[in-house]
């Protein structure tokens, strides 16, 4: 089961960059200071488990399916009324 995280930095992570940004770095140690921001930031991610991965790709899948068969029933019914309207096409 995923925890539920704020999306908001932790306060470590803020007191840390303030105190940073306070001292002149040089362009080295700031890359390891966005470095080390970025593995602690990857801590935090949770993966889902197998379960709740195939529970997200049927749903993915369930509603890229329903979007296709609107998307291609609106096409179908425009096509349609484009052909009456012209009356370059036969309806039927």
Do not use: C, W
């Amino acid at each position: 089961m995923a925890r539920k995280v704020i999306d908001e930095p932790s306060e470590d992570v803020v007191g840390n960059a303030k105190a940073e940004r306070a001292k002149r770095r040089s362009p080295f140690a700031r890359v390891a200071l966005f470095l080390r921001q970025v593995i602690a930031e990857l801590k935090k991610v949770v993966t889902p488990t197998r379960k709740e991965l195939f529970s997200y790709t049927a749903v993915v899948l369930v509603f890229v399916i329903i979007m296709m068969a609107l998307v291609s029933g609106l096409d179908l019914l425009f096509g349609f009324v484009v052909a009456y309207v012209f009356g370059n096409g036969s309806v039927g």
